[in-house]
């Protein structure tokens, strides 16, 4: 018995057209075609929505939220000299005081805030227009956030946010600090992955076989391929990563079949072909050889996958082109 690689080859000298050589029988080796290759995923990457900093002046005593968090309308995002900051997705940013009298789009929106943080029972019918109802709203407002009570709403105690519930990705404020200039970057939030490429990580092309279906693994993750785009599935996009500053590449992973094949290894040699492009192997066949179909599932290294066309037991000749007079396929 001789051992090549992952087959096991068995020689035996048959009877030979003079001059040539004497044959070499292989027992094909049963094993689960999967295609497997490594791959990196290159990501697109669209940023997500930046919260920016307010009117808010003074030093930071308090941050309430990092990484990981999210952020609801009215949920206190920092603390400035000890008077918290409300983060609020407002259809504008809040731009002036507001008190009983006022009038505008802006007092809508305030509003729309006083009732989501249940300072206000319900919006009132004049939603526009600031009434003595809103004033003591406002007041209650003041001392939960720890300011001074006073009928007078300051813009400088709400963060505006571009949409609401935001998930934080980063956060550049820090206890101690001077409260960050009006429109510098206080949070960033997650970025969407609009596409993600998948690109051969060895020298070897990514290959794969018509009407087949493949996925990506990455981070133990299974990601449905499409073969004609070589990008994995919009729908499972949401499900993709971003990559880390070291996989300045894509994220490391692999591709294979979604079902493995079950079939057989050959020496590569083993298998012929014809004009038209059929392939097929010689077996033994009492003192003689006969040719039989196969279809090929890929090869590496001088093996190849035989997808169908053999079965148990059989013994393929691995050395037809030095045995035969015409070794071609039928």
Not at 268 to 289: E, I, K
Not at 302 to 330: H, K, M, W
């Amino acid at each position: 018995m001789i051992a090549s690689g992952l087959l096991a080859l068995q020689e035996r000298r048959l009877a030979s057209t003079p001059g040539k050589e004497a044959p070499l029988l292989v027992e094909p080796t049963a094993r689960s075609i999967t295609d497997e290759s490594p791959i990196v995923v290159a990501v697109t990457v669209v940023p997500g929505p930046e919260v920016l900093a307010g009117q808010a002046t003074g030093t930071i005593t308090a941050v309430g939220v990092g990484p990981g968090d999210r952020i609801a309308d009215g949920s206190i995002i920092f603390e400035v000299d000890g008077v918290g900051r409300l983060g609020f997705a407002s259809a504008a940013p809040f731009y002036r005081a507001i008190r009983p009298g006022t009038e505008g789009a802006d007092v809508a929106e305030l509003h729309r805030l006083l009732t989501a943080t249940g300072h206000l029972s319900r919006s009132p019918g004049e939603q526009r227009l600031a009434s003595t109802a809103t004033g003591q709203a406002i007041a209650a407002l003041a001392r939960s956030i720890g300011a001074q009570p006073a009928e007078v709403f300051d813009p400088a105690w709400v963060v505006w946010l571009p949409v609401t519930d935001l998930s934080v990705a980063g956060v550049n404020i820090r206890v101690g600090q001077p409260a960050p200039a009006q429109g510098t970057v206080m949070i960033t939030t997650p970025g969407t992955i609009a596409a993600a490429h998948i690109v051969a990580a060895g020298q070897e092309p990514l290959r794969f076989a018509p009407g087949i279906e493949y996925v990506a693994v990455v981070d133990g993750e299974e990601f449905p391929v499409s073969t004609s785009t070589g990008q994995i599935e919009q729908e499972s996009m949401a499900r993709i990563r971003e990559p880390t500053p070291n996989e300045r590449e894509g994220i490391p992973g692999t591709v294979r079949r979604k079902t493995p094949l079950q079939g057989f290894a050959v020496p590569s040699p083993a298998v012929m072909t014809n004009g038209t492009g059929s392939l097929c192997v010689w077996l033994q066949d009492g003192a003689h050889f006969r040719a039989v179909t196969v279809s090929v599932a890929g090869a590496r290294g001088g093996v190849t996958n035989i997808g169908s066309g053999l079965e148990v037991g059989a013994l393929v000749l691995a050395n037809p082109a030095r045995v035969l007079e015409d070794p071609r396929c039928p």
